[in-house]
């Protein structure tokens, strides 16, 4: 094999061809991984939620029983309030759940849309990296030539 | 206890993207991989590239300065503009990588160019001017000589003054001419002030020597030689009789007269032009007296006239030595024209007298010429030995002539010269007494050279049979000289055609003499016996086809011959009855002419064999023909696939194929070449026939034509097969090794041509050198025939298989026979460098020792050394014999230690050692002659050729040599058993070169001792080993034939 401008720019131009192609597959499975990442964070979000309400639900159940075994009427007003702060944390506990699942998804969603721009930079870099190899050996091969 | 509820979840920051890996394709990998590989590959083919153009660049810049330099040889500012337009008009169109390289190459060339013609202008202009003055100073000289020569036949009182007025004006014309060159020259730095002083004392000592040669002639003229030559002693010895005066209004302390007297006055410059002026005097007096001196004209062929120092009857012996041949030839000029001549010829006498004496020796065998020429001059040189240099009919009864007849006959040569002699007129121009008596001793001649003895076949003339069975010698001798002439004439008048005509009518179609003779004559007995001894009857070449040569077959030869040949033999064999007979119609069957049918047999025979008849099976009707020289006889059988490479070559190299061929498809003609080698009797037949002359290795040349019905076509080209071997190539380098590379070399480039083009181009590349090797190794086992054959495979020839192998390595994949002609040629490369060492092996008149020198140092390329090397053996003889340092037998080129006894060779020093004259020799292989010579004059080889005592018969052992040749034999005994595998008791055939051989390089290493040998010669020696051998051939040749003989 020889190293002519022909056999070189074939080489180069068949290598970067193949990189781009290479990299809409990247692509590709970049953005589904992403939305894979999308999906796992809002069904995490969904179970940390569901957890939650799992242990709101037994605190109040708990303090109930508690609250029976130890005689406080049902209408206590401590009772009741602590009751309320179980409920509000509660509430306030879902909410940055929800937030925090809000702002992953949108972070992962801006990553995505980052990452699908660079690959198509990178692809068009491709052809242009092939135009100019061409250019390069052409002028290479006419110097050849001369 | 009741639960409180406590924040569990606490904001997260946003977490994990997925990581950017640039996409990178495997190929892309692994051109990273390959990166550095493909950059050195890039760099070089950048590299390549520009080498490329600039050794274009600077081909074809080269060619325009070199114009350039042509056209402004010596116009430094045409150069300049010319160079500068060229370099600016080509810099434009260089590429711009390359433009700072080319721009410096240009400007280089530009440069140089301009400097070379300023500096040939300049020189140009300074050799005019050197010119000019040397031709100033040369009329100087000049004509103030002539101004002296004019008073020469004066009288003295008149001479005298006039010569020294010449002289002085002359001094004072190299004053001014000095100080003119001083102005000129000196100060332009053009000459060195040391060389214009030499200038001006040469000139003026040549003005003094002048003055001086010609006072002494004028003396010489007006009184006698005694007078000029007291003159000169006096002016020698600073006392001259007629000194120059000064000339008037000359200042004494010019600075010329001042040089003039300073040179007189120094002893060594006044000695010098003393004997200056006496050598000037000396020439012209002998001029005066004898006249010019002649160059010896010497003439090459009056040296080699009889019993001239040439002749080579004078080199009886082959052992002439070259010194003193050419002391003979006085005023030969060494390393002239003529003396390279002479060394030649010398050495081809000496190497012919050394064949007739091998041929002497031995006569039974038939020696093995190299060449015809060779032949005519062993043939010379015997006759020359006999006294004989032209044949005439008085040699008939001498002795010599009778001897040198019968070595010819032993050689079965029948010489040039007697055959020349034997020429005749036709008969009707016998008709006076003086022609006739003439070609009575030519009959006589005739009679006694053709006995049964001698040469009882040659082609005689007839005339010389029917004349003595007519009787005509008879009546010559009884002077009735008319009825001689008669008979010629009524000789002369015989219809031969007639003759012929009645002779082949007696033969009957079913001749049984004639086939009882045949069979008599041609029939092998012992065929059996003979067959294992794979001996065959020289004539079955001649009578039988190709196929028929096995000898064992040949019982019933009636058989064997083909019809139609045997046919031609008969009417052959008619011809030659015919001629031998005479009358009109001779009956030949009769009882009574039984001699004379053989005689016409062995004529018919002698003729067939004489002229190479043979029989060539392939003919146009494919029946055997009986022709002169077939083609089975130069090249042996033909091949198939021989014919179908040269016929496919035709086809292919064929213009205008339709006209020749009758088609454009190979396949068709291909098929008619099948048809004929399934079945030769099919309706394609192949002929070969010979052409009338030889080709360019002086073997017969034949053409190659195909019978299609009643079509035919005959090939281009000569036709020859692949691989054959050429022996008579004497071209070849020295060495087997050189054989060897220089064969490799060939075919390696052949190769290359044709086959090099499926390799890379790099010169260097692995398969190249792969290539090369498998073609040396192939050559290297000798015999690259190695591959073998099986029969009925249908592969290519022999020759060409190791080729053929090696086209298949590199990818060629048709038929092969197709490329023949390349393997073929590679083949032939092979062959005929080969084929020397080969010659060598197969030569039978060679011993063995000679074969290993011989294929190491051909003849032919030492016979120029061979006169250098004895100069230098006799130089470092007459330098070193009394060098203590060295081993006596080492320094005096007495290797086998003899005493001096005047042997051919010897050096007249009279060298004493140990109270005995101890030989010095000019060569070496003179000691080894001397030494044999003792051995051979004290065996009974010698009983009839000198009275030396005999100690032992041709076959002693090693004791009996020993006691005869040392004082101290015990030594010698005890270092044979100790050094070699021989004992004591082990015999030694005196005729036998190789047991000499081995016995005197023993003899050489004992004498010399045997480490002061090996540290001098070192254990193998070749050029040693020729020495001795060279010295056992001229001993044995110096008894000129004669040993053993009773």
Not at chain 2, 481 to 504: G, P
Not at chain 2, 945 to 968: C, H, L
């Amino acid at each position: 094999m020889s190293a002519d401008p022909v056999t070189m720019f074939v080489i180069t131009a068949v290598s970067t061809a193949y990189d781009i192609k290479e990299s809409k597959k990247q692509a590709k499975a970049e953005a589904a991984r992403y939305e894979e990442q999308k999906k796992q964070a809002r069904l995490a979000a969904a179970d940390e939620e569901a957890r939650r309400k799992r242990e709101y639900y037994a605190t109040l159940a708990s303090n109930k029983a508690s609250q029976a075994g130890s005689g406080f009427t049902l209408d206590s007003r401590s009772f009741l309030n602590i009751q309320q702060d179980v409920t509000d944390t509660f509430q306030k506990d879902i909410a940055s759940i929800r937030v925090n699942v809000g702002s992953q998804v949108s972070q992962l969603g801006f990553a995505q849309d980052v990452a699908a721009s660079q690959r198509r930079k990178e692809q068009f870099g491709g052809w242009a990296s092939i135009a100019s190899a061409g250019v390069e050996y052409k002028a290479k091969k006419d110097l050849y030539d001369a | 206890m009741l639960k409180k509820g406590e924040r569990r979840i606490g904001i997260n920051l946003p977490s994990g993207n997925v990581p950017y890996v640039k996409a990178q394709s495997t190929f892309s990998v692994v051109k990273d991989a390959f990166a550095p590989t493909l950059k050195r590959m890039q760099n070089e083919a950048d590299q390549t590239a520009a080498a490329n153009y600039f050794n274009d660049f600077q081909i074809k810049t080269r060619d325009q300065f070199e114009n350039f330099r042509n056209q402004f040889e010596m116009d430094p500012e045409g150069m300049k503009e010319a160079v500068d337009t060229y370099s600016k008009t080509l810099l434009d169109s260089v590429p711009a990588a390359y433009k700072i390289q080319a721009n410096a190459m240009l400007a280089s060339y530009s440069q140089n160019s301009v400097m070379f013609a300023s500096r040939n202008k300049r020189t140009f202009d300074d050799n005019k001017l050197f010119a000019d003055r040397y031709e100033l100073w040369k009329q100087t000289n000049s004509e103030a000589e002539f101004g002296m020569r004019n008073f020469n036949e004066e009288k003295i009182d008149i001479a005298i003054p006039g010569i020294n007025k010449q002289f002085t004006d002359g001094l004072l014309k190299i004053n001014e001419l000095g100080h003119d060159d001083f102005k000129n020259l000196v100060n332009t730095q053009k000459l060195k002030e040391k060389d214009h002083l030499i200038n001006i004392q040469n000139q003026t000592e040549a003005l003094i020597i002048s003055r001086g040669f010609h006072i002494m002639k004028t003396l010489s003229n007006a009184k006698d030689e005694a007078q000029a030559l007291n003159w000169l002693h006096n002016f020698m010895n600073d006392k001259d009789d007629y000194d120059a005066d000064i000339p008037e209004g000359i200042d004494e302390n010019n600075p010329i007269i001042q040089l003039a007297r300073r040179i007189y006055r120094d002893d060594d410059d006044r000695m010098r032009m003393g004997n200056e002026i006496l050598k000037k005097f000396k020439g012209y007096h002998r001029e005066a007296i004898y006249g010019k001196s002649k160059k010896p004209n010497i003439s090459i062929s009056a040296l080699q006239e009889p019993f001239n120092v040439l002749d080579i009857g004078e080199y009886k012996g082959g052992d002439k030595n070259i010194d003193e041949v050419l002391s003979k030839i006085p005023g030969l000029e060494i390393g002239s024209e003529k003396y390279e001549k002479v060394v030649r010829i010398v050495n081809d006498n000496n190497r012919i007298q050394q064949i007739v004496s091998k041929t002497m020796q031995d006569e039974k065998t038939v020696y093995d010429f190299d060449n015809e020429e060779d032949k005519a001059k062993w043939a010379d040189a015997i006759l020359a030995n006999n006294g004989i240099r032209k044949v005439q009919y008085s040699d008939l009864g001498s002795d010599s002539f009778q001897t040198a007849v019968n070595i010819f006959a032993a050689q079965d040569y029948f010489p040039e010269q007697l055959r020349n002699h034997l020429k005749i007129s036709d008969a009707n121009s016998y008709t006076d007494e003086g022609s006739l008596e003439s070609f009575q001793k030519k009959a006589l001649m005739y009679q006694y050279l053709s006995n049964d003895e001698l040469f009882p076949n040659v082609d005689y003339d007839p005339l010389y049979q029917k004349a003595i069975d007519l009787d005509v010698l008879e009546m010559i001798a009884n002077k009735d000289f008319s009825s001689a002439t008669a008979t010629m004439k009524s000789i002369a008048n015989e219809n031969y055609d007639l003759k012929l005509q009645n002779i082949t009518t007696q033969f009957a179609d079913d001749n049984k003499t004639f086939d009882f003779m045949f069979m008599a004559n041609v029939k092998t007995p012992n065929a059996f016996l003979k067959f294992f001894q794979n001996g065959k009857d020289d004539m079955h070449k001649h009578l039988f086809a190709p196929g028929d040569q096995t000898t064992w077959l040949s019982y019933d030869v009636n058989k064997i011959m083909p019809p139609n040949a045997k046919m031609e033999m008969q009417s052959m064999f008619l011809e030659e009855m015919a001629k031998i007979t005479t009358g009109d119609n001779p009956d030949i069957w009769s009882s009574n002419n039984a001699n004379l049918r053989n005689r016409a047999w062995n004529k018919t025979m002698r003729r067939m064999k004489d002229t190479g008849y043979g029989i060539e099976i392939n003919t146009i009707d494919g029946k055997p023909k009986l022709v002169k020289h077939p083609y089975w006889h130069t090249y042996g059988a033909l091949d198939d696939n021989d014919i179908y490479a040269a016929v496919k070559q035709d086809f292919m190299t064929t213009s205008d194929k339709v006209s020749k061929y009758n088609t454009t498809k190979w396949e068709e003609v291909e098929g008619h070449l099948r048809r004929y080698f399934d079945d030769k009797n099919d309706y394609v037949k192949i002929s070969v026939d010979r052409n009338n002359y030889k080709d360019e290795n002086g073997r017969h040349s034949y053409k190659l034509s195909m019978h299609i019905g009643d079509e035919f076509i005959t090939l281009d080209d000569n036709f020859k097969p692949a691989g054959w071997v050429n022996l008579v190539d004497k071209q070849v380098p020295a060495t087997n090794q050189q054989v060897i590379l220089h064969t490799t070399n060939q075919i390696y480039k052949n190769f290359d041509k044709t086959w090099g083009k499926l390799l890379p181009e790099n010169k260097k590349h692995w398969s190249k050198r792969a290539i090369y090797s498998i073609i040396k190794n192939g050559i290297k086992l000798s015999d690259y025939r190695m591959y073998p054959d099986f029969p009925g495979v249908d592969d290519v020839p022999a020759e060409i298989r190791p080729f053929a192998f090696m086209a298949r390595v590199v990818g060629f994949k048709g038929d092969l026979r197709e490329i023949q002609s390349d393997l073929r040629l590679a083949a032939e490369t092979a062959n005929n460098n080969l084929s020397y060492q080969k010659k060598i092996n197969a030569n039978r008149n060679l011993s063995d020792t000679e074969k290993v020198i011989e294929s190491l140092v051909p003849p032919e390329k030492t016979v120029m050394t061979d006169n250098a090397m004895n100069i230098g053996y006799k130089q470092w003889a007459l330098d070193n014999y009394q060098n203590t340092e060295l081993r006596l037998t080492h320094r005096t080129n007495n290797w086998t230690a003899v005493s001096s006894a005047d042997w051919d060779g010897e050096l007249d020093v009279n060298y004493k050692r140990d109270s005995r004259h101890f030989a010095v020799f000019a060569n070496p292989k003179d000691s080894i002659r001397a030494a044999v010579r003792t051995i051979i004059n004290h065996s009974a080889l010698t009983n009839s050729i000198n009275d030396v005592r005999k100690d032992y018969g041709s076959e002693p052992t090693f004791d009996q040599i020993f006691k005869m040749y040392a004082e101290d034999n015990e030594s010698y005994l005890r270092a044979l058993e100790k050094h070699t595998t021989f004992d004591r008791n082990d015999t030694v055939n005196l005729m036998n070169h190789n047991s000499m051989f081995k016995l005197l390089k023993f003899i050489v290493q004992h004498e010399m001792g045997r480490e002061y040998y090996i540290e001098k010669f070192g254990g193998n020696n070749p050029y040693v080993d020729a020495t001795i051998s060279r010295g056992i051939n001229e001993a044995f040749s110096s008894y000129n034939g004669e040993l053993g003989k009773l």
